[in-house]
């Protein structure tokens, strides 16, 4: 499960999510700039939460993200203490990353 | 209320024609290429919304005035608007689009995120509203270090 850290935080009725995925962000211009090839970018494209399957949060990046990116995000209305949060990405090269955690 | 927000998602997705209705995530990478692709920041909005006539107000931006390492800028943003998807530009990479956020029934709609300019540039952020209207807010900062070249 490797791949995305995250932590959740329930408070007041609101769900704060943080997150950070572990990914090069490779834009097109690096790709060029250090393979030659601008076919080597890969950047993470797509971003989705869920807490007990329904989706709190959906995403489509671009390559501008920073190297290791790191989201914050809040919902309300869903999730109670001891609930999981899911996060799955999607990278250009279509690999998935999935992170989960636990509302404290 | 339920069924009104029924209403409207159920509208949304037959009019982009999506596969079954259980589908929640929207890929805009797939369902709007022409907006990753824009290299200005009209373009891209144009490209996504179908109009460029913003309005100025409801939308809070916060990133720094001076950022000293352009490869990770804090942008925090956040509408109290009733919103459909929102939606971050910036003019200072090949590309305007740095993400879009559908948003839904649970969403507070506070983010931070972190990007990358290669340049000093602005930043805009569009929040499409339910009533169609294109809430914006634009921020400009000078980048010290470029972050886009590696």
Redesign the interface.
């Known amino acids: 499960m490797a791949g995305i850290k995250a932590k959740a935080k329930l408070k007041g009725g609101v769900v704060k999510v943080k997150a950070m995925i572990k990914h090069e962000m490779m834009t097109y211009n690096m790709a060029e700039k250090k393979t030659g090839s601008r076919d080597n970018a890969n950047f993470i494209t797509h971003l989705n939460a869920t807490i007990n399957g329904e989706t709190v949060l959906d995403m489509s990046t671009s390559q501008f993200l920073s190297k290791n990116p790191i989201f914050k995000f809040q919902c309300k209305g869903i999730g109670a203490k001891g609930d999981k949060v899911l996060l799955v990405a999607t990278d250009l090269k279509g690999k998935t990353y999935k992170g989960k955690a636990k509302i404290k | 209320m339920e069924r009104r927000k029924f209403l409207s998602i159920t509208l949304g997705t037959l009019a982009l024609a999506v596969v079954p209705a259980s589908v929640?995530?929207?890929?805009?990478?797939k369902l709007k290429p022409t907006v990753?692709t824009a290299h200005t920041v009209d373009e891209a909005i144009k490209a996504m919304y179908g109009s460029t006539t913003l309005t100025m107000e409801g939308v809070t931006l916060k990133a720094p005035d001076v950022a000293s390492n352009g490869?990770?800028?804090p942008v925090d943003f956040s509408t109290d608007k009733d919103v459909k998807t929102i939606a971050v530009f910036?003019d200072a990479?090949?590309?305007a689009?740095?993400?879009?956020?559908?948003t839904?029934?649970?969403?507070?709609n506070?983010?931070?995120?972190?990007?990358?300019?290669?340049k000093s540039g602005t930043i805009t952020i569009v929040a499409e509203g339910k009533d169609g209207k294109l809430y914006a807010a634009k921020k400009t900062l000078d980048v010290a270090l470029g972050?886009?070249?590696?």
Request: aromatic residues 10%; positive net charge.
């Open positions: 929640k995530a929207e890929d805009y990478r990753w490869g990770a800028i910036q990479n090949p590309e689009a740095v993400l879009v956020v559908e839904n029934k649970y969403s507070v506070k983010y931070s995120i972190k990007i990358k300019m290669a972050g886009c070249e590696g």
